[in-house]
């Protein structure tokens, strides 16, 4: 309890800052109630926001424009993303990272505002530090997962994320938990959110199973991800995958000319080394 009150002020306190926000009293009778117009900077895939930073009618749906996925295998865990970052409808990154390390074997899938779910990692990642110095070991999956859902929760007005918490511990092995828009905290044996998801819902249904081999459970993320970024605009770029297991992360790269092509996609130009897909 402790500790997510003090992930709720900290947090809080960064949103609410006067450089950051002009915020009104929305209840007299109550003080800490107020109503926030936050002009966050570095805000990233504004789709749903007008210049300032704040929605622009009240049916106005986040974009979480990205795509990521993550699986339990027989021994570990396998997660991945795309590299596209999008401002609008313009593509300002194509290469970015959108794994986070929380602990040395727990990872954080992030899709929604760049701001909002680095900010939500940061102080994640301190506090799990915080609990490792206290326990004398590294704190399970199921705590950070809760530390995410719990700030995802409390700034669920203010916070635009769909994340996803992926890791292993000698305790429960592998395992996959989705932290969606709103902060609800499930665990699950595959998992995906971000724009591309959409598309790639039937194919992990029927494609994923348990007690996959290590290669089945990359090469079904590497696919996954690949048909997402066949369809969804808000996807693209390269491909960064994490495979944990008792031995630790291991990471791969995949360029944007080594992605794997679906339906009428355009294929990667040969004239020479300095050209890469578009998209």
């Not at 007005?157 to 292993?168: E, K, S």
């Not at 609800?184 to 959110?193: A, F, I, K, M, Y």
């Amino acid at each position: 309890a402790c500790v997510g009150f003090a992930l709720v002020m900290c947090l809080s306190s960064w949103l609410s800052a006067p450089h950051s926000c002009a915020c009104r009293t929305a209840n007299k009778t109550n003080k800490y109630h107020v109503n926030c117009c936050c002009q966050r900077p570095s805000r990233m895939d504004l789709n749903a926001y007008g210049r300032n930073g704040c929605s622009t009618s009240k049916d106005a749906e986040p974009h979480t424009g990205t795509t990521i996925v993550a699986c339990t295998y027989r021994g570990g865990v396998v997660l991945g993303a795309d590299g596209r970052v999008s401002t609008g409808n313009y593509v300002s990154n194509r290469a970015s990272n959108k794994i986070m390390q929380l602990t040395d074997s727990v990872f954080l899938l992030r899709s929604g505002s760049a701001a909002d779910t680095q900010a939500v990692g940061d102080y994640v990642r301190y506090f799990s530090e915080q609990l490792s110095g206290e326990l004398g070991e590294d704190p399970s999956v199921h705590t950070v997962a809760n530390l995410v859902a719990t700030m995802n929760y409390n700034n669920k007005a203010m916070l635009v994320g769909a994340l996803l918490v992926a890791g292993y511990d000698e305790h429960k092995g592998g395992q996959v938990y989705g932290v969606p828009i709103g902060g609800t905290l499930v665990q699950e044996s595959w998992g995906t959110d971000g724009s591309g998801s959409t598309y790639i819902w039937g194919y992990m249904d029927s494609a994923w199973k348990p007690d996959m081999t290590r290669e089945e459970a990359e090469s079904f993320v590497v696919e996954a991800l690949a048909l997402a970024m066949a369809r969804d605009a808000s996807s693209g770029g390269v491909i960064r995958t994490v495979t944990v297991d008792k031995d630790g992360p291991k990471f791969r790269y995949i360029g944007g000319n080594d992605v794997p092509l679906f339906y009428e996609e355009l294929v990667p130009s040969s004239a020479g080394t300095a050209s890469m897909v578009v998209g």
